[in-house]
C-alpha cells in the first residue's frame, strides 16, 4: 500500500493565498483521485474538493485542487484566505482494492 | 436530506469488544450508487479509515485492522454497524459513520466518542 505526506503545519495571512500539499509515496498520483476535507475544531470533516478538482456545491471557488505527475503530489490551494479558514485539511486517496488512504493532515493557521 | 448518526456504549473495557450502529435517515442504505465506512480520528491526531461496506454486504477493510474489525449491514432498518474485537487503550478515538462514493466520503456522522478504559 501507500502513504500520503502532508505537512504538519502551514500559516499565512488573511487574504493571501496558501497551498497545501499531499505526496503520494508510491504509485502515480494520477492513477486514483485525490479528495480534501476540512476539518474545523469539535467537527465533522467536510468536502472541499473531490476527484482532484471537484468543488462540491457550497463551497467556494477560493478553493482549487490540482495534481503534479512530476512531484507525484496533489495540492490544495486556497487563495483569499479567510479566518474561517482555519482548520485541519486531509488528502485522501485509496488503492486498486479500494482502501482507503487519508494523509496524516495539515494544520492551517490565519493570522 | 440523508443523515448519519453514530451510537452505542462510550466507555469500552480493554480486551472487550467495541460494537457501534450508524442509522441511516432521509434515503435508503440500499443505494446501487454509495458505499456506507467507518473512521476513527484518536484525540489530537487524524483520520483513519477503518473500512467500508457496500449494501450487498461486501465488506473492505483497513488491512491493520482486518484482523479485529467485522462491518456489517441491515437493509430492513437502514443502518449498518461496526464491531472492533480485542480493544485497547490505543483505540479510544472518535468513530465517525460515512457515505461513501466511489472515491470520497460526501456525508459524514457527527461522531461518537468512545473511550477504552477499565
Known amino acids: 500500500n501507500f502513504m500520503l505526506t502532508q505537512p504538519h503545519s502551514v500559516s499565512e495571512s488573511p487574504g493571501k493565498t496558501v497551498t497545501i500539499s499531499c505526496t503520494r509515496s508510491?504509485?502515480?498520483?494520477?492513477?486514483?483521485?485525490v479528495q480534501w476535507y476540512q476539518q474545523r475544531p469539535g467537527s465533522s470533516p467536510t468536502t472541499v474538493i473531490y476527484?482532484?478538482?471537484?468543488?462540491p456545491s457550497g463551497v467556494p471557488d477560493r478553493f482549487s485542487g490540482s495534481i503534479d505527475s512530476s512531484s507525484n503530489s496533489a495540492s490544495l490551494t486556497i487563495s483569499g484566505l479567510k479566518t474561517e479558514d482555519e482548520a485541519d485539511y486531509y488528502c485522501?486517496?485509496?488503492?486498486?482494492?479500494?482502501?482507503?488512504?487519508f494523509g496524516g493532515g495539515t494544520k492551517l493557521t490565519v493570522l | 436530506q440523508l443523515q448519519l448518526q453514530e451510537s452505542g456504549p462510550g466507555l469500552v473495557k480493554p480486551s472487550e469488544t467495541l460494537s457501534l450502529t450508524c442509522t441511516v435517515s432521509?434515503?435508503?442504505?440500499?443505494?446501487?450508487?454509495?458505499?456506507w465506512g467507518w473512521i476513527r480520528q484518536p484525540p489530537g491526531k487524524g483520520l483513519e479509515w477503518i473500512g467500508s461496506?457496500?449494501?450487498?454486504?461486501?465488506?473492505y477493510y483497513n488491512p491493520s485492522l482486518k484482523s479485529r474489525v467485522t462491518i456489517s449491514v441491515d437493509t430492513s432498518k437502514n443502518q449498518f454497524s461496526l464491531k472492533l474485537s480485542s480493544v485497547t487503550a490505543a483505540d479510544t478515538a472518535v468513530y465517525y459513520c460515512?457515505?461513501?462514493?466511489?472515491?470520497?466520503?460526501?456525508?459524514w456522522g457527527q461522531g461518537t466518542m468512545v473511550t477504552v478504559s477499565s
Open positions: 432521509g434515503g435508503s442504505i440500499s443505494s446501487s450508487s454509495y458505499y
Open positions: 476527484e482532484d478538482n471537484q468543488r
Open positions: 460515512a457515505r461513501r462514493t466511489f472515491y470520497a466520503f460526501d456525508i
Open positions: 508510491s504509485g502515480s498520483i494520477a492513477s486514483n483521485y
Open positions: 461496506i457496500y449494501y450487498s454486504g461486501s465488506t
Open positions: 485522501q486517496s485509496y488503492d486498486s482494492s479500494i482502501h482507503v488512504v
